[in-house]
T-cell receptor, first 115, second 113 residues
């Protein structure tokens, strides 16, 4: 069975600081990995996805993530946090690439950005 | 495009009542799904559909029914609500050729007393 583990339910950074949100996965097949963002009172929005093409994936709003098979990790980073980045972030895994993608989500990490 | 829409936004039910959460998408997506979001547990898949007339169970299907008579609509039915079904419910859709990119609705917050 596939699973993801997100370390830290809350991460606090100052505006302009590096953002690092951690995600480790477990999968018996080559995984498809995703990061979603949820702003308050909204649905989830896809930030970026890894589908076995490039190990460094760039997403929207300046975020990127690197797939490291040896560490079974897919951590999300952003060089400089902005106040508008405050949201909840979810890592997810599926066994893609064909058919309906049954996403298995992590428990989420709430990013707090202080001025 | 409105994308994925859900109604109602909020609902309070008493134990044993029934209701239907509505979900519609205008992107002509083949795949649609329902997730529930609970604190500290992320999102979990309830039911999904790969096309009109075809549905299947996800991780937590008990207590929920679905049907898909049209491409656009995918309602979720609670036949006899229980307090354990208090949650935020999200509907999502994706296309046949971009199944890895799911579009989520804004959610329905359901409280069962």
């Amino acid at each position: 069975a596939q699973s993801v583990t997100q370390l830290g339910s809350h991460v606090s950074v100052s505006e302009g600081a590096l953002v690092l949100l951690r995600c480790n996965y477990s999968s018996s097949v080559p995984p498809y990995l995703f990061w979603y963002v949820q702003y308050p009172n909204q649905g989830l929005q896809l930030l970026l996805k890894y589908t076995s093409a490039a190990t460094l994936v760039k997403g929207i709003n300046g975020f990127e993530a690197e797939f490291k098979k040896s560490e079974t990790s897919f951590h999300l980073t952003k060089p400089s946090a902005h106040m508008s980045d405050a949201a909840e972030y979810f890592c997810a895994v599926s066994d893609g690439p064909t058919g309906f993608q049954k996403l298995v989500f992590g428990t989420g990490t709430r990013l707090l950005v202080s001025p | 495009n409105a994308g994925v829409t859900q109604t109602p936004k909020f609902q309070v039910l008493k134990t044993g009542q029934s209701m239907t959460l509505q979900c519609a998408q205008d992107m002509n997506h083949e795949y649609m799904s329902w997730y529930r979001q609970d604190p500290g547990m992320g999102l979990r898949l309830i039911h999904y559909s790969v096309g009109a007339g075809i549905t299947d169970q996800g991780e937590v299907p008990n207590g929920y029914n679905v049907s898909r008579s049209t491409t656009e609509d995918f309602p979720l039915r609670l036949l006899s609500a229980a307090p354990s079904q208090t949650s935020v419910y999200f509907c999502a859709s994706s296309s046949l050729d971009r199944g890895d990119e799911q579009f989520f609705g804004p959610g329905t917050r359901l409280t069962v007393l």
